[in-house]
Structures are given as C-alpha cells and as structure tokens.
C-alpha cells in the first residue's frame, strides 16, 4: 500500500512539473538515471500540451576543487573525517562487506573486492564500489564523497568540467546546482578556474541573456497569476 502511494505521489509530481514547472531539481548520481529522469519531465511537458524544452532539469553537483585529486581528498578529509566512523558503517552496508572503522588507512582487501556488491536500494553504491576498485584506502573512499546526496567531484578544476560537460553531452541535465564544500573558499575556484574550462569548450555563456532566473533559463515571461491556473 505505502510502495503504491508513493509511486501515486511521483506520478502527480510529475503531472505538475510537466504542466507548470520552468526548472525541476534532481536528485540524480548516474548519467543513466539523470537522463531518464529528465525525458520523464520533458515527455510530461509534451503531454501537458507544452514544448519540452520549456522545462529545465538541474542536476546536483558538490565540488572540492585543489591543484590534484590528493590535495582535494585531504581537504575532504580535514572537512569531513569526523564523520568518518559512522559512514564506514554505512559503506559496508552498501557494499556487503564487513568494514573495520580501525583501518580506515587500508584498502579493501582482494577477498573484500571480490565480495563487494552495489546494492539495488542505493544508487550511490555503484559510485562506491567504483572507486573502491582502484584501490583507494576507506578513507580516501569516504572522501570521493560516495556517501553525499549528491554527486562529488572532488579534484582539479578540469575535473569538475569533465563532469558537467558528460552530463550535459548525455542530455542527463540542462544545467547544475552546485555546492561548494566551503562556500568562503569553495565557491571563487569554480568561478575562477572551472568555468573558464568550460567557456573554452563553448559550454558555459561569456555574457548573461538578462537580469532574472527566468532570463537565464529562457522561461516565457509571466506576470500574475499563471493563467494556465487560473480558470
């Protein structure tokens, strides 16, 4: 009864969005699912009469930008190590593998590698075990941010603009939310070096359309009341 509430409740969500909404956020961690959740938006527009265009999707990302992967997993680590024991916990349960918290330092072991599985209730274990394959240490793990609710790029600002420009090339998002680790010092190398890499590609604008997040998403004008509402 509660799996068939829910699934009623994603499918009125989706009614809505697709007959009134400019931008929906996702909440996304593959390509795979960014993009089938985006065609399920702009298919629900098109069925409400609309273009799909007209609907934006805006996948999460999370950033720690540093010269090289080293440095940004130890700045992880100084930001979030603390958390470190409770989310070993919760690895071996994405994985099914027993973690030990003392040996945080260590890899996986090959008899652990070989065990490990993704677990189907949590999209953020294929990510997971991913990484623990190259041969990282639990904690270095921990600090790709597998454990996030939103994808981490944590690296070089190249690597952050690798990871939007996949997304974006596999139509798995129109655009990004993104969450510096630190805003006070987070924030200015997306601004500064990231984006660069990606005006360079002719991916990201030299110049704004307008004023507003409307002007920027390219949404109709609409002043009142939506008349699409209102009867």
Avoid at 192 to 217: E, I, S, W
């Amino acid at each position: 009864m509660r799996s068939h509430r829910l699934r009623q409740r994603a499918a009125n969500a989706l009614r809505l969005a697709g007959r009134f909404a400019s931008a929906v956020i996702g909440a996304t961690f593959t390509i795979e699912d960014g993009r089938a959740q985006r065609t399920a938006f702009r298919n629900a527009a098109e069925r409400a009469g609309r273009d799909p265009d007209e609907i934006k999707f805006i996948a999460g990302l999370m950033t720690t930008i540093a010269d090289d992967k080293r440095a940004a997993l130890d700045r992880r680590v100084t930001l979030t190590e603390r958390t470190f024991p409770q989310r070993a916990s919760y690895l071996q349960q994405m994985l099914g593998v027993p973690i030990d918290p003392a040996r945080l330092d260590e890899p996986l072991s090959p008899q652990q590698l070989a065990a490990a599985r993704s677990s189907s209730g949590d999209p953020r274990s294929v990510r997971a075990l991913e990484v623990a394959r190259e041969g990282w240490s639990v904690r270095d793990i921990l600090a790709h941010g597998v454990i996030d609710y939103q994808p981490v790029v944590a690296g070089p600002p190249v690597e952050v603009a690798d990871h939007m420009q996949a997304w974006f090339e596999a139509e798995a998002a129109d655009g990004f939310w993104v969450a510096p680790d630190v805003y006070e010092d987070g924030l200015d190398p997306f601004v500064d070096d990231v984006l660069p890499v990606l005006q360079a590609r002719d991916l990201f604008h030299r110049d704004y359309a307008g004023t507003t997040l409307r002007d920027h998403l390219g949404a109709p004008a609409q002043y009142g009341l939506d008349p699409r509402i209102v009867r």
